[in-house]
């Protein structure tokens, strides 16, 4: 019996039951948990349901709701963006996939245009509460469409959340809160970690807050931010540092927008120093704009200026050079020590 037959089985009787699972086994706990909660709950992507989706985040809905829940769509993510608009604007509640983060942008149009200002353009008659979920991120060896980070893109977008889990326990909570949200949200799914860990669950349909960012490690010396895989390079970087008498609080960021500034303000206030880490380009990023803000509403806490560790202004490179471009954890302890060292 696999896996997610073991998840799915028994069905009344699986509820509220604590599960060991990986990233996107929690994924499809929080769809099978949210569609068993909500009739209104559907499903629909490219070959998310008999097939169970590229990464079988989605493996055995179909089998249990059926074919009027879970939908096939022709390789079309226009048709995909567009067909979940219409949906939630009449009462569904429709979790989209797009197989890769880098084959959205024939969705954005329905994304920026029209989902993300329902609400505004009809005066509050009509909301959209829309999941648009993506792998993305670099790190499997594949081409660079399957491996792009731009989340700034959505994130620059009034009337779009944007959510990256960065652990199995966030994945299934953060997915059940964007389920519940009325108005849609991008769901960004850092696949590099799908599989990495797993973590006990409990499978009782309690979302975590959206709009909120958390504390995984207290430190004293410095702030590290970061968010979707890098929070795994970062906490490792953390404790590596920590051998070496360096306390690095870690902040993992989650929801990008709206963003949480009042807990990295609090943290600055108490460290006086901040790296931020991310996987995508350096320029016009997440991690500029947390460093914008942290000069604007903390300039006085800062005893070192706000350093960044990112991925490069390039596309992402092909497997054989992709561990130049991404982050490390020596580029992330290397950015500390020299951030520590400003006097």
Not at 196 to 201: G, H, S
Not at 235 to 246: S, V
Not at 290 to 298: N, Q, T
Request: hydrophobic share 40%; charged share 20%.
């Amino acid at each position: 019996m696999g896996i997610n037959e073991q998840l799915h089985q028994n069905d009344n009787a699986s509820l509220s039951q604590t599960k060991i699972v990986t990233l996107v086994e929690a994924v499809n706990l929080a769809l099978y948990r949210a569609m068993n909660d909500d009739e209104n709950v559907v499903v629909l992507g490219e070959d998310v349901g008999t097939n169970g989706g590229v990464f079988r985040a989605t493996l055995g809905l179909k089998e249990t709701f059926g074919c009027t829940r879970v939908m096939d769509t022709p390789l079309a993510e226009t048709l995909i963006a567009g067909v979940s608009v219409g949906m939630a604007t009449q009462g569904l509640r429709p979790v989209a996939e797009i197989q890769f983060m880098g084959f959205i942008y024939a969705a954005v149009e329905h994304l920026i245009s029209h989902a993300a200002r329902m609400r505004n353009r009809t005066r509050g008659r009509l909301s959209c509460p829309m999941v648009l979920r993506a792998p993305y991120g670099g790190g499997i060896h594949a081409p660079e469409h399957h491996s792009e980070s731009t989340e700034a893109i959505f994130a620059h977008t009034p009337g779009l959340r944007v959510v990256i889990p960065s652990s199995p326990t966030r994945a299934y909570g953060l997915l059940l809160s964007a389920i519940q949200d009325p108005d849609p949200v991008i769901f960004l799914e850092p696949k590099r970690i799908y599989r990495m860990v797993k973590q006990e669950i409990n499978d009782d349909g309690i979302g975590l807050p959206l709009d909120t960012c958390f504390t995984l490690k207290e430190g004293t010396d410095i702030t590290l931010v970061s968010w979707g895989a890098m929070v795994h390079e970062t906490m490792q970087a953390a404790k590596e540092l920590a051998q070496e008498g360096i306390h690095a609080e870690v902040i993992d960021v989650a929801s990008i927008s709206p963003l949480d500034m009042d807990t990295i303000l609090m943290s600055v206030r108490k460290t006086g120093r901040c790296v931020i880490i991310q996987e995508a380009t350096r320029s016009f990023g997440v991690a500029s704009e947390i460093s914008s803000r942290l000069a604007e509403e903390g300039l006085l806490y800062l005893q070192a200026p706000v350093a960044k560790v990112t991925g490069f202004d390039t596309p992402m490179p092909y497997f054989k050079n992709e561990q130049i471009y991404m982050p490390t954890v020596n580029d992330i302890k290397n950015t500390v020590k020299n951030t520590l060292e400003f006097a």
